[in-house]
């Protein structure tokens, strides 16, 4: 036990005392100086100069010995040297963290090209801060390792595209994505109802406020200036939308078509994506309503009739929860049936 006990003290004392003044853990601990001063500069009410000084001092002392620390211990996994790796990503989090926010996109974006810098450096600038040339085969391996930073750093430039697409028009994600070679839809994942549903229930609202309950003479004629009673909808509809407004509701465009059917009318709602779609031709999502005259006993109050009951009749409106997506174009879609 004693024996484990000292073998352990001193495996620590040589991993805290550095075996010689330029070493690793020199470094590490001047980052720690470092650290400690920039502390006590601000408590002490320091300027912003110094206190950043010292705290970048700290941040620089301290990737250096971390990358120095991993290189001088052969840590390498799977035989892959990550010294300059972790050394990019801890000046990356240096640069990057102090911007608040979602700093760690850009972090990222820029952590490859880091790395390769901190590999670069010491093999193009000697101990004396005068450029060197590296022989053929080191240059051949930066200009490799050079390419293969901009790969990865144009990857992860590319996830955050993405990401930021799926954000601001969510029904990109409700499109089918089985034909793309970067978006894969895990099993079982719930997907997002598109933005036009939203948009083709609050056209449902403002047309069940112009015509349910409604005298049937008076939705006829308001059905006689269709053209006019769609762009009103549309501005309606745009003007609730910009309340919580999307990025994609400009995409979107209502439309509407009643069709006789026998006494009342079979009303279609369009919702039209006009942004990116799976279908060149786009797609569209569809509402059917029913709107139909209904007879309802009423006192009449008409000048010169007999009084009495008399029979009026009122607009009914009822609309299917269902909103089926269509393929094309809904005008061309009716001409064809």
């Given at each position: ?221 308001w059905l006689l200036n269709l053209d006019g009673q769609r762009q009103a909808i549309q501005r309606r509809v745009q003007t609730q939308m910009g309340r ?54 009423t006192l009449a109050n008409v000048e010169g009739a007999p009084p009495g009951y008399s029979t009026t009749q009122w607009a009914s409106l009822t609309c ?18």
């Amino acid at each position: 036990m004693v024996a484990l006990l000292r073998q352990f003290l001193e495996s620590l004392k040589d991993l805290l005392l550095p075996p010689r003044y330029f070493a690793w853990q020199t470094v590490i601990y001047l980052s720690l100086f470092s650290w400690l001063v920039s502390l006590l500069a601000r408590a002490l009410g320091a300027t912003a100069f110094t206190v950043g000084l010292t705290a970048t001092l700290s941040w620089i002392c301290l990737a250096l010995g971390i990358g120095w620390a991993l290189e001088a211990n052969k840590i390498r996994p799977f035989g892959i040297p990550i010294a300059p790796w972790v050394s990019g990503a801890i000046l990356c989090m240096f640069l990057f963290g102090s911007w608040g926010g979602r700093w760690l996109q850009p972090a990222l974006v820029v952590w490859p090209l880091v790395s390769f810098a901190v590999m670069a450096i010491p093999q193009l600038v000697s101990w004396d801060l005068e450029l060197k040339t590296p022989s053929p085969p080191v240059r051949q391996q930066l200009v490799l390792l050079f390419c293969l930073s901009l790969l990865f750093s144009s990857w992860f430039q590319f996830y955050f595209r993405i990401q930021s697409w799926v954000r601001d028009y969510p029904s990109l994600v409700a499109d089918s994505v089985e034909n793309s070679a970067f978006v894969y839809r895990l099993p079982g994942q719930t997907i997002a109802l598109p933005a036009g549903v939203t948009h083709l229930t609050v056209a449902e609202e403002l047309l069940r406020e112009e015509v349910n309950n409604k005298p049937w003479p008076s939705v006829e004629r308001w059905l006689l200036n269709l053209d006019g009673q769609r762009q009103a909808i549309q501005r309606r509809v745009q003007t609730q939308m910009g309340r919580d407004p999307s990025l994609e509701d400009s995409l979107w465009r209502l439309d509407l078509q009643p069709l006789t059917n026998g006494e009342g009318y079979t009303l279609k709602l369009w919702a039209i994506w006009s942004g990116p779609a799976a279908n060149q031709n786009g797609y569209y999502l569809e509402k059917t309503c029913q709107l139909m005259p209904v007879s309802r006993g009423t006192l009449a109050n008409v000048e010169g009739a007999p009084p009495g009951y008399s029979t009026t009749q009122w607009a009914s409106l009822t609309c299917n929860l269902e909103t089926p997506r269509q393929a094309g174009h809904p005008r061309q879609t009716q001409r064809r049936s």
